[in-house]
Every structure is written in structure tokens, then in C-alpha cells.
């Protein structure tokens, strides 16, 4: 997150003398994350996020947005209204760190602090990149998942990836050079990991560390009775977690007393 507000500020400053169409601008609101702890509710909240964005206007229909977000997203199976779920008993949160460039598509065409036209829907869609770490609650201490190895494999998988950002909002010209804008977005995840929950459970007797057993396995903390069977299915199936930003935004266009584009 550091290295990312560094770029956005050194960008910043060299464009900043011919800023005719550059918006600089600070993102704050909530995340939401739907994967294997979450199957069924794309709406849900579970955390915050906040972040900064430089924008480029090409023209009154399109821009270019640079983003760099820190966010927390999180689950919990006793939290769920199925009973198969709420006895499976694995719960995670995730801090998460991105970096996004992204294409908007504004439907009016919008000029932000010429007078002209101060709102439009607008769509979007590009690439990110995101660094995360799933950690879990035990016995009041906090534990990062991924070196404990709870799957008996999942040793290998990484704590970055790639992510498909798309989704849609509004922008708002207030007042001369401020904006804001509502946006809501998802993000397709290339990793299944963000929850540490992909595939199977793995054979209890593989465990030498007394944390990874009972974190790998959760179902019998209150009963006693585990009911992960070695091999038996984890996780949901699918191969992509999603994670989920509802922002709002205030920005600030940098216009030169020459003519606007």
C-alpha cells in the first residue's frame, strides 16, 4: 500500500503542470466478499475500504483510473442460516492491499468542473492486483492461516494475485473542480484462497502442529464430534473467490486557465 500511494503521488506531481483532465481523489466506504464461506449473498457486507485514485478524462465519455485500496474483508460459518454450513464452523478474516487500472465508460457525456453536463451513470472494468493474508481466531489469539497449511496442499498457494475489477456508479460534479462519485464493484479474484477454504479435508494424522489441527477442522470445537473426514469436501467447488468495494468518492480536477478539453 505504501509503494502504491508513493506512485500515485509521483504521478500526481509530474502531470500536475498540464492537468487539464487529471482528477485526483480519496475512496472511502465497504467490502463485501462472496466464496466459500459466502456461497449465496453478492449484496454482503463483512468489512471497510478505503483508498486513493487518479483519474484521466480522455474525452466527455471515457477515462483511465488508477486506484490503490487497503481493505478487510471476512466470514463466518456460525453466521450462516444453513445448518450444514453453521457445523462446518471455519471463520477467516482477510486484510487485503490493491492496486487497480480500470477503463470507465461515462453514458452522458461529463466534463467535471467546465459547467456542462454535472452527472452521469458510468460503467467499468479492468485489471488489479492484490496482495492478502486470511488469518483465524483460536483461543483468543490470532493466527495466520497460510503457513499452517490446513488443507494438507495448500502450502503452495500464493498470497497475491490477479483480479478482474467491473462494476458501475455515478459521478457527481459538485461544484467547480469537486466531484463525487458512488460506485459499486466486484472483484473476481484469480485465487481460491482469500477464505484459505478451496478443496478437501485433509488426513488429521498429518498434522504435527496442535494450531493447524484444530483450525483445519473446526467442526467439533463445541460438540467434540469432527465430522471433516479425511477427503471429504472443504470448500464450495469453484476455483474463484470474489471480493466486493462500495465506494464513495470525492475528487478534485486539476484545470489549466487554458482551454478545456
Avoid at 506512485?7 to 462472496?34: D, I, N, P, S
Wanted: glycine share 10%; hydrophobic share 35%; net charge positive.
Amino acid at each position: 500500500m505504501p509503494r502504491c500511494l508513493i506512485f500515485l503521488l509521483f504521478v500526481l506531481t509530474v502531470v500536475q503542470a498540464r492537468a487539464q483532465k487529471w482528477e485526483f481523489g480519496v475512496q472511502a466506504g465497504a467490502a463485501g466478499y462472496q466464496g466459500d464461506l459466502n456461497q449465496r449473498n453478492p449484496l454482503q457486507v463483512s468489512g471497510s475500504m478505503a483508498g486513493l485514485f487518479l483519474r484521466y478524462n480522455i474525452n466527455g465519455y471515457l477515462s483511465l483510473k488508477a486506484s490503490a485500496s487497503k481493505a478487510q474483508i471476512e466470514g463466518a460459518d456460525s453466521t450462516s442460516k444453513y445448518a450444514q454450513q453453521r457445523g462446518r464452523n471455519l471463520s477467516f478474516y482477510t486484510p487485503l492491499n490493491e492496486f487497480a487500472l480500470v477503463g470507465e465508460f461515462n453514458f452522458f457525456e461529463y466534463r467535471p468542473g467546465s459547467g456542462y453536463n454535472s452527472f452521469t451513470p458510468f460503467i467499468y472494468a479492468g485489471i488489479a492486483g492484490i496482495s492478502y493474508n486470511p488469518q483465524a481466531t483460536y483461543k483468543n489469539q490470532t493466527y495466520d492461516l497460510r503457513p499452517l497449511n490446513t488443507e494438507g496442499n495448500n502450502a503452495l498457494y500464493k498470497n497475491s494475485a490477479f483480479a478482474i475489477p467491473f462494476g458501475a456508479g455515478v459521478k457527481y460534479n459538485i461544484f467547480g473542480k469537486l466531484s463525487l462519485t458512488a460506485d459499486i464493484g466486484y472483484r473476481s479474484a484469480y485465487t481460491d484462497y482469500l477464505d484459505d477454504v478451496s478443496g478437501n479435508y485433509a488426513d488429521r494424522r498429518i498434522f504435527t502442529d496442535p494450531v493447524a489441527l484444530a483450525l483445519s477442522d473446526r467442526s467439533g470445537e463445541r460438540t467434540g464430534v469432527y465430522t471433516g473426514a479425511a477427503g471429504t469436501q472443504r470448500g464450495d467447488g469453484r476455483k474463484h473467490d470474489t471480493y466486493v468495494f462500495f465506494g464513495i468518492g470525492i475528487s478534485y480536477t486539476f484545470i489549466s486557465k487554458n482551454c478545456y478539453y
